[in-house]
C-alpha cells in the first residue's frame, strides 16, 4: 500500500503493486500525479484525484530489476528509472499502456 498525505489534512491509500513499493516521485508537471516503483518491475502512474485507489492511470514493467529510484523531466514526458544505481532505463510517459477501467 501507499499512503499518502494530501491537501486539506487529508490521506490516500493506494493499492496497487504486488510486492515492496521502493520509490516514489512526484509530477513536476502536475501535483495530482506521482509515480512509484517496485521490486515488482513494475512503474506505475498514480492520480491523487481518482476514486478507485487501486488502478493506477498507466503501467510499465522492467521485466529484469526491482526499481530504487525514479525521476522525470520538467514536463513528465520521460522517466529515468534505476535500481541501485547498476541499471537503468528512460521511460516515455505517452508509451505506457493504459490500464483497464472495466
Known sequence: ?????????????????????????CSKANPNLFYSGCGDGFCKMWDCRTPNKSIPLASSLTNDYAITHIDCDTYDRYIVI??????????????FSEVSFK
Open 1 to 25: 500500500n501507499l499512503v499518502i498525505g494530501r491537501a486539506g489534512g487529508r490521506i490516500s491509500i493506494f493499492d496497487g503493486h504486488e510486492n515492496d513499493v521502493k520509490a516514489i516521485h
Open 82 to 95: 534505476t535500481s541501485g544505481g547498476v541499471k537503468f532505463d528512460i521511460l516515455d510517459v505517452r508509451q
